[in-house]
T-cell receptor, first 114, second 114 residues
Framework: DSGVTQTPKHLITATGQRVTLRCSPR?????VYWYQQSLDQGLQFLIQ???????AKGNILERFSAQQFPDLHSELNLSSLELGDSALYFC?????????????FGPGTRLTVL | AQSVSQHNHHVILSEAASLELGCNYS??????LFWYVQYPGQHLQLLLK??????LVKGIKGFEAEFIKSKFSFNLRKPSVQWSDTAEYFC????????????FGAGTQVVVTP
């Protein structure tokens, strides 16, 4: 158990819908990262938040957005869902001291878009 | 473009055989390097990491990796694998002055047969 929690574990929805994935970082970690893992794209970095502020952006679609709340939990919002958005979405957290970036991963949310 | 490449996508070997997985990166500056493992149905777990110092690093479960700066490589090794080492292995790289934009390799699926 890494100490990072994600809910829900599984999500099945239809195209065009909107979903919200939730992540709680390890106690003491200020930074949260979101990744998408799919068979064809591998593990792709989406976005990072540090203490409530966006810090780094990766291959995140405009239909996706994220935020980190004052209690440091984060939510990833996926809208206008397409079949290709079906993937495993991981959240990770770290202390995020610049130069030291060990990340601890949560169990993931498996999203299936039908 | 900056990238991380893992040489093998699939490796099949017998118990007690030695394992070596290759990882090369193309970043020009100072980097931190990681190997993560993902057991079937589980989240990513850190095997080992390199920040600085001795280029030969030892991780959990008998794994070790060697950082060769001149070759931009960080190869993972284990002298004698067990069936329980069946998993997917990911190399990850981050620039030390970066705010967390991990770049993962495509992963190597390792299957250890009894």
């Amino acid at each position: 158990d890494s100490g990072v929690t994600q809910t829900p574990k599984h999500l099945i929805t239809a195209t065009g819908q909107r979903v919200t994935l939730r992540c709680s970082p390890r106690s003491g970690d200020l930074s949260v990262y979101w990744y998408q893992q799919s068979l064809d794209q591998g593990l792709q970095f989406l976005i990072q938040y540090y203490n409530g502020e966006e810090r780094a952006k990766g291959n995140i679609l405009e239909r996706f957005s994220a935020q980190q709340f004052p209690d440091l939990h984060s939510e990833l919002n996926l809208s206008s869902l397409e079949l290709g958005d079906s993937a495993l979405y991981f959240c990770a957290s770290s202390v995020a001291t610049r130069g030291l970036h060990e990340q601890f991963f949560g169990p993931g949310t498996r999203l299936t878009v039908l | 473009a900056q990238s991380v490449s893992q040489h093998n996508h699939h490796v099949i070997l017998s118990e007690a055989a030695s394992l070596e997985l290759g990882c090369n990166y193309s970043y020009g500056g100072t980097v931190n390097l990681f190997w993560y493992v993902q057991y079937p149905g589980q989240h990513l777990q850190l095997l080992l990491k390199y920040f600085s110092g001795d280029p030969l690093v030892k991780g959990i479960k008998g794994f070790e990796a060697e950082f060769i700066k001149s070759k931009f490589s960080f190869n993972l090794r284990k002298p004698s694998v067990q069936w329980s080492d069946t998993a997917e292995y990911f190399c990850a790289v981050i620039q030390t002055d970066s705010w967390g934009k991990f770049q993962f390799g495509a992963g190597t699926q390792v299957v250890v047969t009894p």
